[in-house]
């Protein structure tokens, strides 16, 4: 934070006793802990809610992808449903005609 040594919270202390006098000070301070610590937790509790935002912001990147990858398997498994199911009703539509059919795997096969 601040490079302060403990040659210069001697001078600094000095210099307080001689202004403020030797009753005020340890009044000062007290006060003055007071309000260092405080603005330590202030510090403290923005550093909290900056990183609460960060990992917020990264969960949201994530459901957006997993949700992305949730919609293109859903959208390829509904066009291989609808595939199958023209085939289906090609297959039965040629049996109520009476034709023959041949399994697809079977014109994959060689001879």
Known sequence: MFD???????LIGLVAL??????KL???????????????RYVADVKADINREIEIE???KMRDSMQQAA???EASVQTELS???SELN??????????P???????DKPA
């Open 101 to 107: 059919t041949e399994p697809k795997a079977a014109e």
């Open 26 to 40: 340890p009044h000062v301070a007290r006060t003055l802990g007071h309000l260092a610590g405080r603005l330590q």
């Open 71 to 73: 919609t293109g398997f």
């Open 90 to 99: 090609k297959s039965v539509e040629a049996a109520a005609e009476g034709k």
């Open 18 to 23: 001689i202004v403020i006098g030797p009753q």
């Open 83 to 85: 595939k199958t199911e």
């Open 58 to 60: 990264e969960l949201r």
């Open 4 to 10: 302060i040594g403990f040659s210069e919270l001697m």
